[in-house]
């Protein structure tokens, strides 16, 4: 049975960071992009960031948080994680953790692509 489980949500002022893990479990970690989406109250899922299977040498992020979060991934841990920094209240969100399995070297931005999701962890930016 696949699981993916968040943790590091919280509470933060403006301009400060939160590191997010996702620790996967009843999969070949390696083996799956991995990807961080984000919801926030009244509006749809949206991508955040994600990593491409084996070494993660591929990244992809979405615009609103490029060059403020960084996606990486342990393979010996089986873990994702997302470093934010420079938060903005705009980043208030219950962000998801999601695994997707691939053959090949690839980052995916659609959530419907997507095979497994975690329960999510809440994120709460103050200003």
Same mark, same amino acid.
């Given at each position: 049975? %696949?699981?993916?489980?968040? $943790?590091?949500?919280? #509470? ?5 960071? #939160?590191?997010? &893990?996702?620790?996967?479990?009843? #999969?070949?970690?390696?083996?799956? =992009? @991995? /990807? ?14 994600? !990593?491409?299977? &084996?070494? /993660? =040498? ?6 609103? %948080?490029?060059?403020?979060?960084? !996606? $990486? ?8 994680? #997302?470093? @934010?920094? +420079? ?23 659609? @959530? ?7 329960? /999510?962890?809440?994120?709460? %930016? +103050? &200003?």
């Amino acid at each position: 049975q %696949v699981q993916l489980v968040e $943790s590091g949500g919280g #509470l933060v002022q403006a301009g400060g960071s #939160l590191r997010l &893990s996702c620790a996967a479990s009843g #999969l070949t970690f390696s083996t799956y =992009t @991995m /990807g961080w989406f984000r919801q926030a109250p009244g509006k749809e899922r949206e991508f955040v960031a994600a !990593i491409s299977r &084996s070494g /993660g =040498t591929t990244t992809t992020y979405a615009n609103s %948080v490029k060059g403020r979060f960084t !996606i $990486s991934r342990d393979n010996a841990k089986n873990t994702v994680s #997302l470093q @934010m920094t +420079s938060l903005k209240p705009e980043d208030t969100a219950v962000y998801y953790c999601a695994a997707k399995r691939t053959y090949h070297s690839a980052t995916y931005t659609s @959530m419907n692509t997507y095979d497994y999701w975690g329960q /999510g962890t809440q994120v709460t %930016v +103050s &200003s």
